[in-house]
């Protein structure tokens, strides 16, 4: 029997399990807590005062952007995920030949992420972004991002990091489980130009 993954973080020790995502005749192995989380375990995470590790849960929208991101053409892109997680999209993407940078706001999702893209022969580089105070001004040929549309506080400061580091013609691409708070920002953004 294999010794089970343990992650020591501020708030105890999180046991990691790992997910296997098969596509297109490759596959990904990602570790993450396991966790089914509820809408109102969501709110307590995102509410708490100190933040719970919920950036180390595999959410469903991290699959599906993968899903999508496996049907493109990576090789030679420069990729900027946020929201990074446990790295699932911007994995998929550098094994497929893109330079991926993630960030995410939390440490312990970054060392989550570093330990899947070691799993999974990929180099990526990885920065901590705080959305509200952001410093990257790289321009980047896709942005990408799972379940990051889930504060109408932050979507200001997203559409600023759209606006700022998405390099001419470059493609956005979010995957979102359809939160009634996450059209507007995509709604407003669409009625000034933006395809």
């Not at 029997?1 to 098969?22: C, H, K, W």
């Not at 759209?162 to 009634?180: I, Q, T």
């Amino acid at each position: 029997m294999q010794n089970p993954t343990v992650l020591s973080t501020t708030v105890g020790d999180v046991p990691l399990e790992e997910y296997r995502l098969a596509l297109e005749g490759r596959s990904w192995r990602i570790l993450h807590t396991g966790a089914i989380i509820t809408h109102e375990d969501e709110q307590r995470f995102l509410g708490a005062e100190r933040r719970l590790p919920y950036g180390i849960v595999l959410w469903p929208s991290s699959i599906a952007l993968a899903h999508e991101l496996v049907t493109r053409a990576w090789s030679g892109k420069s990729v900027l995920e946020i929201g990074a997680g446990t790295g699932l999209p911007g994995i998929v993407a550098a094994s497929l030949g893109a330079r991926v940078v993630q960030t995410d706001v939390q440490e312990v999702a970054l060392s989550v992420s570093q330990m899947n893209a070691e799993r999974n022969r990929v180099t990526i580089e990885r920065r901590v972004g705080d959305w509200t105070a952001w410093t990257d001004d790289t321009k980047y040929d896709v942005i990408i991002g799972s379940d990051i549309l889930y504060g109408t506080t932050m979507h200001e400061h997203l559409r600023a990091i759209f606006e700022r580091n998405l390099a001419p013609g470059g493609h956005l691409v979010v995957a979102d489980p359809f939160r009634k708070q996450s059209f507007p920002l995509f709604e407003k953004m669409e009625s000034e130009g933006w395809r």
